[in-house]
């Protein structure tokens, strides 16, 4: 099945990559990592940390299956996760860009108080439309841009330095307890050669991962010429990864987003692991009018359960077509299942 939102995907995806084409793409510069990732044993975030209570997991998987008849929602044998999960507790609730770019979303569109300002109200909407469920707030970085130039080692990325991604750190700190995801967008590089890249960063408890297949070229396509695809098999090594580094450093489950909005991008999803140590979110990543949103939501999300499930929201590419709007946090609420990540671009 088509949709109309592809082609406009692509044409988006690949004007992102040409802002980056003149960029530094070896991702080196900076001088390390900051500070905070000498200090991953005393962050607030693991002195916090609490065994979860099985019977209240299931009680609020059940609430956001939101009445599914299909027999799919809630995700049958689940793990139990790792102390500190946030999943299904609290309803992740960000802002998606780059530093680099304003036209990659309101993470870079806007200063970061002003950033801080509109978020926060966004935050407030959700926590009247579902007053039952805390809001967690959080920036998502692209931390590695599909470029759209080879680069010193052709592969069409262009990975953030460190002085880069630890001013979104320093971001974050602006107001206390926020999360932060870094994504990546491999092009012709693959998920295991990039991941090491950030390992330092996600060794904080408070970073947690977002990878894009629109922008995996296993097929040696240019990023931006069409849409890219992950396998279970790359998704359950990256659970992997993640998992072997929560246990190792005694940091709370990570929470793993994978955006999609056809059904090439993931391929295999029956196959995909659950763990223990990592929370896994499918994220509704199509824009467009509400009817053609809750359409791809419906077909590509609901229809291949895997764990949780999320929902972008484009501030100005879905007010393209009537009725020119944003979806409300109450419209996102009668969705099958309920979103528990929403991201705004």
Known sequence: MKFPQLAGTLILGFAAISLFANCNADGKSGSGASADTS?????????????????LYDSLDKKLANGDTTGKWPVKNQPTPLAGAILPFKRIVVYYGNLHSKKMGALGEYAPKEMWQRLNTEVKKWEKADPTTPVQPGLHYIAAVASGTAGKDGKYINRMGNKQIDSVLKISKMQPNTIVFLDLQVALSTIKAELPHIEKYLQLPYVHLGIDPEFSMKDGSLPGKKIGT??????????????????????????????????KMVTNSQNIKLRPEVQVVMHMDGWGEPELKKGTYRHFIQSEPVQFTGFKLFYKNDLKKAPNRLMTPEELLKLTPKPIYVQYQ
Not at 235 to 246: E, Q, R, S
Not at 248 to 256: A, I
């Open 39 to 55: 200090k991953k044993k005393t962050d607030s975030t693991v002195n916090m940390m609490k065994p979860v209570d099985r019977k």
């Open 230 to 263: 992950y396998d279970a098999a790359d998704i359950n090594y990256v659970t992997g990864y993640l998992a072997d580094m929560v246990k190792k450093y005694n940091l709370p489950p990570k929470v793993f987003v994978l955006h999609r909005f056809t059904r």
